[in-house]
């Protein structure tokens, strides 16, 4: 500021509020000096402080995108302890988590286990890690997302309702099989389900495999399709493990000294026998995709994206 005329200082002021360029606004005065001072080339005054606007509006896009995504606080990859889920390859974790391939081809991710074993920290972690990346994401309790799409379809609003969570490169509903057909009307459910198809993403976690998810749609084509449509480009994880928070206690007991009395996770080929003798045939085609999955070992990448 101090070599450059003040009159010039307050006119650029107002230029530079209504060009809508506060970092420049900020920066420039002592970027203008330094650069006088070290006789630097006026395109590359002119770069400098252009890159640090595009820095600082990428950082204001960012701290917006995490505020609407109401993602549960605290949840990070970092936090999360890969070693209690070795079902969970951290390596394809981070790909995941860098989205370009997936998200760009509407693919979606599935996260099937008992309560406590870290889906919706998982979910939450990658969605985390998707905003700081540049993308748009929205994590909502499935129930929540229900009620909101029910409202909007008695108001006549229902594909504009599902035409707005477009903006949203990943929709992550959290305990997809807590929404039951006695108390929702689920076809809502299904309908954004198929608006999304192949072109925005999906990401779901349930305690449930798909062989219960009759209970969370209207009817079995329904939840065949919404299963079939879910799964056609998709990663699967299937996190049986032990509760966490269950495992952290017990360890914490073993450390003061007292024996381990709960079950360790228990191995691949256990987990696929009991999916295997899981009842499917009144399913019809949905229990072969139920088959299907329980093949693919304890995870597994469902299809290619
Ligand atoms: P789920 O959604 O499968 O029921 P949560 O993600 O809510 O389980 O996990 C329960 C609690 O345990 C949360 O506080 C979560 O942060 C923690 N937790 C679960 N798994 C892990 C893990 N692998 N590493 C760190 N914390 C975990
Ligand atoms: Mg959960």
């Known amino acids: 500021m101090r070599n450059a005329p003040a009159i010039d200082a307050a006119t650029l002021s107002t230029l530079l509020n209504e060009l809508r360029l506060p970092a420049i606004k900020v920066l420039w005065p002592d970027f203008a000096e330094r650069a006088d001072k070290e006789g630097w080339p006026a395109a590359r005054f002119l770069s400098v402080i252009a890159e640090h606007e595009l820095a600082e509006r990428d950082r204001r896009r960012i701290e917006r995108h995490l505020a609407e995504a109401r993602l549960p606080p605290g949840k990070t990859l970092d936090s ?59 994590f909502m309790r499935t ?10 379809r008695r108001e006549l609003q229902l ?3 599902i035409a707005k969570l477009d903006k949203f490169d990943l929709l992550i509903l959290d305990d997809l099989a807590y929404v039951t057909k006695d108390q929702a009307e689920t076809r809502v459910l299904f309908e954004l389900i198929s608006a999304r198809y192949e072109r925005r993403s999906i990401m779901i976690t349930a305690n449930q495999p798909f062989g219960e998810w009759n ?24 996190m049986n493990v032990e509760s966490y928070r269950r495992r952290s206690a017990m360890e914490a007991k073993r450390q003061r000294g007292r024996p381990a ?34 093949a693919s070992k304890s995870i597994c990448g469902w299809g290619s994206w």
């Open 80 to 138: 999360f302890d890969f070693d209690a889920v070795p079902m969970v390859s951290k390596a394809q974790v981070m790909a995941i988590a860098a989205g370009d391939s997936w998200l760009a081809k509407g693919a979606n991710i599935l996260l099937f286990g008992p309560p406590g074993g870290g889906k919706s920290h998982l979910a939450a972690a990658i969605g985390l890690a998707l905003i700081e990346n540049g993308w748009r994401v929205l």
């Open 143 to 152: 129930t929540e997302l229900v009620q909101k799409l029910q409202v909007a």
């Open 159 to 161: 594909e504009s309702a």
């Open 215 to 238: 209970r969370v749609f209207p009817d079995p084509a329904m939840t065949l399709a919404a299963v079939d449509r879910l799964v056609h480009h998709a990663t699967i994880f299937e």
């Open 261 to 294: 009395s709960f079950a360790t996770m228990r191995n691949t080929a256990e987990i696929d026998a009991a999916r295997q003798s899981e009842p499917n045939e009144a399913l019809g085609d949905l229990g072969q995709i139920v088959a299907l999955q329980s």
